[in-house]
């Protein structure tokens, strides 16, 4: 079963405002907060989307859209989707609860017209952006997504020895002495990590979700399905224990990170051994908010990701090859300028 939350004023779907923090119905403007949906709403105002149709349609399901009738085709993944007809949103109920509900949920602080605004500042910064990148119609899409993440909190501690070295030099008369001091350095670090996330959606791109943080866990919530209402959202596709072994290497390098940032002040440092141990604390499933924009240009999509808390963009730049033939050319002209002063 899939629910929608419906305006108790004007009866038009409502979704969660980011600005504001509240659920909002863009038609009359009702605000209510999210706290008090559930007292407000009663289960009877929900309008269900329409049970699971009997056929599926590949790995798709069908549901209908309460306000316009199309057909929503949603994976076995999709908790919250918006229907591509008549914008309703919708919350997939039966895949939020029990083991996949997420314990928390990081709201939305960016709005969609914020989102596109960061992004247009953005590409002003590229020095070899095509100008006609800019232009408005080109974006094809801009979608609001809560990304499924494991938050691991580990202890670490990490055992270092390091061949060291410290160079000095000392002038007598005409000669220059040169006195390498060697060094055997120890190190034992212990360290906490708490909320090393974990992208859990097969679809999003690792690495690309990595250079999104950091998101600023302080602004969680409880997780409440309001949230969700007018974004699109998934469940997990991998386990945390599936994830676990990316955690701890990600946490191991940290941990060693922390502790060869102790061994300061020698000319060199060779680290010879070490020895990390890990111990899981606790392991957290939530649910963390980025915008993926879609950008059509000159026959090619590029697609982008805002952090959709911090406004943090990610993402390549189309190169414009005139501009960078110019770019080139000036950098050749100058560095042949200066050689020609020098000489």
Request: glycine share 6%; aromatic share 12%.
């Amino acid at each position: 079963m899939a629910i929608t939350y419906k305006c108790p004023s004007c009866g038009a779907a409502m979704a969660f405002d980011s600005e504001k923090g509240t659920l909002s119905c863009e038609y009359c403007g009702t605000d209510l907060p999210i706290e008090e949906v559930e007292q407000t709403l009663d289960q009877e105002e929900y309008e269900p989307l329409g049970e699971q149709a009997r056929r599926e349609t590949g790995d798709f399901k069908v549901y209908r859209c309460p306000s316009c009738g199309a057909e929503m085709l949603t994976d076995d993944y999709t908790t919250a989707a918006v229907c591509s007809f008549c914008g309703a949103p919708g919350l997939m109920e039966d895949r939020l609860t029990g083991e996949l509900r997420p314990s928390r949920v990081l709201p939305f602080q960016i709005s969609k017209e914020k989102a596109e605004d960061i992004f247009r500042q953005w590409t002003r910064k590229g020095l070899l952006t095509p100008k006609d990148f800019r232009s408005r119609n080109t974006i094809e899409k801009i979608s609001g997504i809560y990304v499924p993440y494991w938050l691991y909190d580990y202890d670490a501690s990490v055992m270092l020895t390091a061949h060291c070295t410290r160079v000095r030099t000392q002038r007598r008369g005409e000669w220059q002495y040169t006195y390498t001091d060697h060094y055997q350095v120890h190190r034992e670090v212990n360290s906490d990590f708490d909320g090393v996330p974990e992208d859990a959606s097969e679809k999003m791109d690792d690495q690309t979700m990595e250079r999104a943080e950091p998101f600023d866990y302080s602004q969680m919530k409880e997780f409440d399905m309001p949230y969700l209402a007018g974004y699109l959202s998934e469940k997990y596709n991998y386990t945390s224990e599936e994830m676990a072994q990316r955690a701890r290497k990600r946490v191991s390098d940290m941990a060693f990170d922390v502790a060869r940032g102790t061994i300061n002040g020698y000319t060199s440092v060779n680290v010879t051994n070490r020895r990390i141990h890990l111990k899981e604390k606790a392991v957290e499933y939530v649910l963390l908010p980025v915008w993926m924009l879609n950008y059509r240009y000159q026959g090619k999509n590029y697609q982008f990701l805002i952090n959709g808390q911090s406004g943090k963009m990610v993402g390549v730049l189309p190169v414009s090859k005139g501009r960078t033939a110019a770019f080139f050319g000036l950098v050749s002209a100058a560095a042949f300028l200066l050689l020609t002063i020098l000489l």
